[in-house]
């Protein structure tokens, strides 16, 4: 029950995005797809939104607005570690899920015996 599905080398690549891209892909809308799209681009989202209140902090802002903008980059950049880890654990979830992907033909016998076996009703004349 533990196995990990792993998809062939041939049709990933060496793209570690398109790998997470598939994972999710595997099924939209359930919940550790939604989940690993959301804490991945939550955890990156709240870097870029931590760096703007800090960079304005370090360069530009006032003192009586610095104190609060220098709190809201540090919320941002907690924030950043627990998206990050939601979204590795779902895509972790994704893994370990059977692909939804047809049955080869190898291991479908009865559409095998189908195509192997001639048609025992006549053509219509």
């Known amino acids: 029950m533990n196995k990990i599905y792993r998809l062939r080398e041939d049709d990933i690549g060496d793209v570690l995005y398109r ?24 955890g990156l989202l709240s870097i870029i939104l931590g760096l703007l209140p800090w960079a ?10 610095g104190s609060t903008l220098s709190v809201l980059s540090s919320v941002f950049f907690a924030l950043s570690l627990p998206l990050l880890a939601l979204g590795a654990s779902c895509l972790d979830l994704l893994e370990e899920r059977p692909p939804d992907l047809p049955l080869p033909a190898k291991s479908q016998p009865a559409a095998l015996e189908r195509l192997a076996s001639p048609s025992t009703k006549s053509p219509p004349q």
């Open 19 to 42: 790998r997470i891209y598939l994972l999710i892909r595997k099924n939209r809308w359930a919940w550790p797809s939604v989940g690993a799209a959301f804490g991945l681009a939550g």
């Open 56 to 65: 304005i902090v370090r360069f530009i802002a006032p003192d009586d607005i």
